[in-house]
């Protein structure tokens, strides 16, 4: 572990461990589905609950809010549920952009 902080200047190709950093597997038709509809309760079945610890805190207005996260089985999209005190609808948002 210690070498790969050495001086020695990142390699010019990715390295099959930079790859979870930018997945380029394209998200599958359910995440897509998802992104297209961020607000809805229901997760597609294609995802899967990553730690069953919800993170509690605070928007910048003081809102609290609970967050979950998941990871699609299908594509890998892991995907955050944000969901508000006092609102109606959730909000469900990619860690990085869907690649189509
Ligand atoms: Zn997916």
Request: proline fraction near 14%; hydrophobic fraction near 40%; charge should be positive.
């Amino acid at each position: 572990m210690a070498d790969m902080k050495s001086a020695v200047p990142p390699p010019p190709t990715p390295s099959p461990s930079a790859a979870s950093a930018a997945p380029a597997v394209p998200a599958c038709a359910n995440c897509l589905a998802l992104a297209a509809d961020p607000r809805r309760r229901e997760p597609p079945s294609c995802l899967t609950l990553r730690n069953s610890a919800t993170a509690i805190s605070q928007n910048a207005a003081g809102v609290p809010f609970s967050m979950m996260t998941f990871s699609c089985r299908d594509c890998g999209t892991v995907w955050r549920l944000y969901d508000r005190a006092n609102e109606l609808f959730v909000s469900w948002v990619p860690e990085h952009p869907l690649v189509r």
